[in-house]
């Protein structure tokens, strides 16, 4: 897939600034991607091609939905990938299928590589949203985290909808800022 970063990363852009018709050609060209990814792990562990289809419903639908969520600055097919490994993963527990029945060469397949750099980067958002004032630190983990709606994430919270939206505003400039300091330092 890297080799089509570049169309893949246009076509997502244009999607989210309302093209239904290039989002709709993103969705069709990663599903093929994602055809491969789910095929080749499970038939490893000699799981069918029909659960590779529903994964592959599952990702799209979550790329669908999160998609708000991918920052257009950084590339897409690591963002696709995470969300691939994880639904593969829940699936996985859903089914009972472990990591024991999977054969031993295959098990690299399907554990991801560098879960260290997700880990890292959760503790490090954790530690930047810590500095924020309380109201919006709830206001992002709800609405940009959880994937709340405003009217949700106000509900939750105990806060107006234009509460929600200033304070996750307010909140993503002051982490922007932060994240700006601690690279210049």
Known sequence: MASNEDEL???????????????????ERLSRHLRAFYGTRLSRIGRSASEAEDLVQEALMAIHTRRHTYDPAEPLTP???????????DHLRRTRGSLADVPIEAAGEITAR????????????????????????????????????VAEAATRCGMSESAIKVSVHRGLRALSAAMAREKAS
């Open 9 to 27: 990363q246009q076509l997502m852009r244009a999607g989210l600034d309302g093209d239904a018709a290039a989002h709709r050609q993103l969705l």
């Open 79 to 89: 963002w696709v990938y995470a969300i691939a490994r994880y639904k593969l993963i």
């Open 114 to 149: 560098e879960d260290h750099a997700d880990a890292e980067s959760g503790i490090d958002l954790h530690r930047l949203l810590a500095r924020l004032p309380a109201k919006m630190r709830n206001a992002i983990q709800c609405v940009k985290l959880d994937g709340l709606s």
